[in-house]
Every structure is written in structure tokens, then in C-alpha cells.
């Protein structure tokens, strides 16, 4: 039964890593599995509208990705002719929102799957024998889960991939943990460990060349009770401190790193220096810590000590924030990370993360402690610092500010002051900055609270009419500087600003460009409140 037509689509947006679960449908429908034809394309290629398929696998991300999901599905069922028994969907978003997709009328028959493609092949792709659909009788073949990722098909397709030369793998799958802001114990379950990590990639060696890193994807590696073994395993595979792989061909070997994706567990690390002494004997880069919320203070400045103590000094820390937490939360995190780099000598970055419902299909969540506006404020901030926040003092205060007060009244600052800062504090003939400074500065902590109500409660483009809204005179002043500024005048502006700064050295963390691709959202845009709301209206728009 070789020679299908198979089809894996993952959807047109911006991701770091490559889809491993279609790699690994592509090895077992690919020559070394069922020997059929298979393609890969990302986003609505319409080139293959020109074929007759046989299965169509679609991949799913982030559920704030919903749109160009749905769009990638609609545009499946155009490729398959309608047929809906012929396209199957699974990921992450297929998995955390399975009820939304499943209920969805005009994709009735579409096999939606959820969590991991453990069982055998026909199991886990909920075939039917009856039907005499393709492969239905591979009930107990060797689950898709455990197939050995095919690289190949990456070569289909003109997107690269920020983090592509490396092997992809886990050591664990699960968690200990039942966070509520995570999918995990959703998608996976309980933490347990996997298959041998050195027949993988002896495996990827044969199949497709030896790979420059190793990005373990493990939830929560440091709570596995194989750990001591997982990293010896790692050190025997040669990717030891100052490693290095000669390639065939290049004269200039390159350095090789290990990358725990998803970050280590700081509550487990501060309990023992062994966790760290350990990790140090591995060429690891950087230390991913997560810090996700002022609780966790303690045991994560401990990790870092003891990161310090055993030489490791490039560090990165993924900081949610707009869920239980707010403005004051965020800021102390980052601002500990500027101190630690100045005590320790050690270099940490961070990457707010907004905390998004995972089976909300919008970006539009507002944490009861913050509001929409703030929300957009730290957006933007993160547009100019490319989702990061150094740890580097003049760094830092630049953009965040050196306390909490200064950090609070730049998130309330216009946005074209926020977007455009350079512009306005150095050269604006106006002075706009500093007059809406001294309008702001006799607001009292009343008005100033009504102020954020207002600039939440609706579209920019309607900030014009909130002045009527407005309960103080002081408040009527300030509000004109929210007004946003006509197009024509901002390309004025960066032209202006672009000829003033010629000459002039960039800015530069120091990070490397595959680290700078999170999603932290900074390419999303609001969706329009089409009224305002009123003063009586209870609560802040989302």
C-alpha cells in the first residue's frame, strides 16, 4: 500500500523550533516507514492544490494562533476537496481547545487529536478498519511518538527555522507540577521518562548528519529521578563544557551548546548544589531558570548563586506575567536580575512572557491586576528591546526605569512617547514630553487611577472623546497628549530622527539572534473597541 500522497501542513506563522510531530509523521509515512510520497509546506501553499492527497496532517501552536489555524484548516478541506475524513489535526492547540475545534460544524469528520502520539499508529490516529481507511489495520505498530525525526522534509520549505541546526529530543515528557497557567499536564500528564536519548541521536547521525546543538525540550528535567544519569548520558555524547563539532569539509570547527528549552525548576535547584554542579559538566547555554512570580524569589536567587558558584554565568529566565500578578510583581523580578548581575558578575536575560488562557483562542486576556493600557505600554516596551530585558543597569533603567514609581509612569506614558522616546526626550522642538510631564505630575493618585480607566476602556483611535469623560480638569489637560499622532507626522518624525542619529552606535545585548525570537506577542495588535465605554460601565474593556 506505498506510494500515498501525504501532506503535512504547519500553519503561515512566525515559530522558532520546526514541527517535530510532523517530522516524526513524515518518518513513518517517508521511505525507511510506509514508503510514500511525502510533502511539506508551511502556510497556504496552493501549488499543491494541483494533486490528489490521500492524508493531510495540519500541526497546531500556540491557541492565540486560532485565526490562522482555522484558516489552514478551511484551506486543508479546499486541498482535500471537501473530503474531511482525509485530514487529521493535533498539537498543541488541537489539544488544549478540543472542544471549540471539534464543535465546529463545517469541520465535521476532521480527526481531531489530542495530547501525544503514544499509542500505535492506528490507535492514536483514531482509524477506522471498517472504512478500510489507509494503514487502520497498524494496530500495533511502533508509536509515532517514538519515531526518530525526519529532517528532511525542512528542506521542502523556504522558512528557516531561528533554531533548526540541532537535534531535537526529550529525556522526560510530563511534569510534577499542575500550574494552572500551563498546558502541560494537559498535553502530557505526569512526568516519566523516555526512550534511550543516545539511540536517538546516534539514529538522527545515520539518517541525516550530526547536528551543532542538542535542544532538550523536557518540561521539568531536573525533577526526573534519572537526572544525574541524563546528564552523564549528555556528557558521553560529547557535548561537555567548550565542545566543539568539525563538520566535514569546514575548516573552522563550530561551538556546540546544550539548550533545556523549557528552563529547569528553581524550586528544585535551591534545594541541592549537586543540581547545578551537574549541569555545569555540560556544555549548557544558557541556564534557562523560570521566575514566575515573587513567591519563587528565594529559591530562584538561590539557583542563581549556586549557577554562579559552579560557572555558570549566561542565564535566562522566562517571566510570566498579567496572570495573579501585577505591574510591582513584574518589576521587582526584573530589577533582581539586574542587582544579581552586578553582585555575581554574571550575565542573566529575561523574557516576559504574557500569560494567555491556554484555551483562549485571542490574546485579549486583561490579569485582574493590570489593565489593557499598561498592557500595550509593556508591549511596546518589549518591541523596542526585542522581547528582552537585559540585565545591564543603563540597560535596564532605559527602558524599565530604576524603581517601581519610574517603571509605573512609563507604562502610563502616550504610546507615541513610549514608541518614540528617543525622538521626544532628545530632539522634539515642541518639548511635548516635558509639558505632558508637568500635566501628569499634578495628577493625584485618584486621577490618575481614572486615567488608565479611560485610555482601557477603548480604541486609541477614539482617545480623541475621552476628555469628556473626564471628572477633573487636570485629567481634560493630560488626556490631549494620548491623542494619537497622524501618520504622516510619525514617517516625518523617523525620517527626521533617522538623519539626527546617522553615525550613531546601536544598541546591542550581546545575545545571539536565535535567542531573540520568544513569543511575547510583540507583533499583536489589539482588536478595535468599536464604542467607548462609559464612565458607569463596571471594569476595564478587554
Not at 13 to 25: A, D
Not at 167 to 192: D, M, N, W
Not at 287 to 299: C, E, M, S, T, Y
Not at 446 to 467: T, V
Request: some cysteine; hydrophobic content about 35%; glycine content about 6%.
Amino acid at each position: 500500500m506505498a506510494n500515498k500522497n501525504i501532506l503535512l501542513i504547519e500553519p503561515g506563522y512566525k515559530n522558532k523550533y520546526p514541527p517535530l510531530g510532523l517530522m516524526k509523521i513524515a518518518q513513518y509515512h517517508g521511505p525507511r516507514g510506509k514508503r510514500d510520497r511525502v510533502r511539506f509546506i508551511k502556510g497556504e501553499d496552493r501549488s499543491v492544490l494541483n494533486q490528489a492527497w490521500d492524508r493531510i496532517y495540519i500541526t497546531t501552536l500556540f491557541s492565540f494562533e486560532y485565526p490562522k489555524i482555522a484558516q489552514t484548516i478551511d484551506f486543508a478541506l479546499e486541498v482535500a476537496n471537501g473530503q474531511a475524513d482525509k485530514v487529521f489535526v493535533g498539537g498543541i492547540a488541537a489539544s488544549l481547545m478540543h472542544e471549540r475545534f471539534i464543535e465546529e460544524r463545517r469541520w465535521q469528520g476532521i480527526r481531531f487529536i489530542k495530547g501525544l502520539l503514544s499509542d500505535p499508529p492506528a490507535v492514536a490516529l483514531q482509524l477506522d478498519e471498517f472504512s478500510e481507511e489507509l494503514y487502520a489495520e497498524d494496530t500495533e505498530g511502533r508509536p509515532i511518538e517514538d519515531m526518530v525525526p525526519d529532517y528532511g522534509i525542512l528542506d521542502q520549505i523556504d522558512y528557516k527555522y531561528p533554531v533548526r541546526d540541532a537535534y531535537f529530543a526529550y529525556t522526560s515528557r510530563g511534569c510534577i507540577r499542575k500550574c494552572h497557567f500551563c498546558g502541560v499536564p494537559k498535553l502530557e500528564g505526569a512526568q516519566r521518562d523516555t526512550e534511550s536519548l543516545t539511540a536517538l541521536i546516534k539514529a538522527i547521525d545515520a539518517l541525516y548528519g550530526p547536528k551543532k546543538d542538542l535542544t532538550l525540550m523536557d518540561n521539568n528535567v531536573v525533577a526526573s529521578p534519572r537526572f544525574k544519569e541524563i546528564i552523564a548520558e549528555i556528557r558521553d555524547l560529547g557535548f561537555t563544557p567548550g565542545a566543539k563539532l568539525q563538520r566535514e569539509g569546514m575548516r573552522v570547527p563550530v561551538q556546540r551548546r546544550v539548550d533545556f528549552n523549557q528552563g529547569v525548576d528553581a524550586r528544585i535547584l535551591c534545594k541541592d548544589p549537586m543540581y547545578l554542579r551537574e549541569l555545569a559538566t555540560i556544555c549548557l547555554k544558557p541556564l534557562r531558570i523560570a521566575f514566575d512570580h515573587l513567591g519563587v524569589r528565594k529559591p530562584y536567587e538561590q539557583a542563581v548563586r549556586y549557577a554562579a558558584e559552579y560557572g555558570l554565568t549566561e542565564l535566562s529566565n522566562y517571566m510570566l506575567y498579567n496572570f495573579h500578578d501585577n505591574p510591582a510583581d513584574l518589576f521587582e523580578r526584573m530589577r533582581l536580575n539586574v542587582t544579581l548581575n552586578e553582585e555575581l558578575g554574571v550575565r542573566i536575560w529575561s523574557f516576559p512572557m504574557r500569560f494567555q488562557p491556554t484555551d483562549r483562542p485571542d490574546r485579549g486576556h486583561i490579569g485582574s491586576k493590570w489593565t489593557r493600557y499598561q498592557l500595550r505600554s509593556m508591549q511596546l516596551i518589549l518591541q523596542a528591546t526585542h522581547g528582552i530585558v537585559s540585565g545591564e543597569p543603563t540597560f535596564f533603567k532605559r527602558a524599565f526605569g530604576n524603581t517601581f514609581e519610574e517603571y509605573e509612569r512609563i507604562l502610563a506614558l502616550p504610546h507615541d512617547f513610549i514608541f518614540n522616546r528617543d525622538w521626544y526626550e532628545r530632539f522634539d522642538p515642541e518639548e511635548r514630553l516635558a509639558a505632558y510631564r508637568a500635566e501628569f505630575n499634578r495628577l493625584d493618585g485618584y486621577e490618575r487611577r481614572e486615567l488608565l480607566e479611560l485610555l482601557s476602556s477603548c480604541d486609541p483611535r477614539q482617545f480623541a472623546g475621552l476628555a469628556e469623560q473626564a471628572t477633573t480638569a487636570a485629567l481634560k489637560r493630560v488626556l490631549r497628549f494620548y491623542v494619537p499622532v497622524p501618520k504622516d507626522e510619525l514617517f516625518a518624525i523617523w525620517a527626521k530622527q533617522k538623519e539626527l542619529t546617522r553615525g550613531e552606535p546601536t544598541a546591542e545585548t550581546g545575545l545571539a539572534e536565535d535567542e531573540r525570537v520568544e513569543d511575547a506577542g510583540l507583533d499583536h495588535e489589539e482588536e478595535p473597541s468599536p464604542v467607548c465605554k462609559s464612565k458607569t460601565h463596571e471594569g476595564i474593556a478587554a
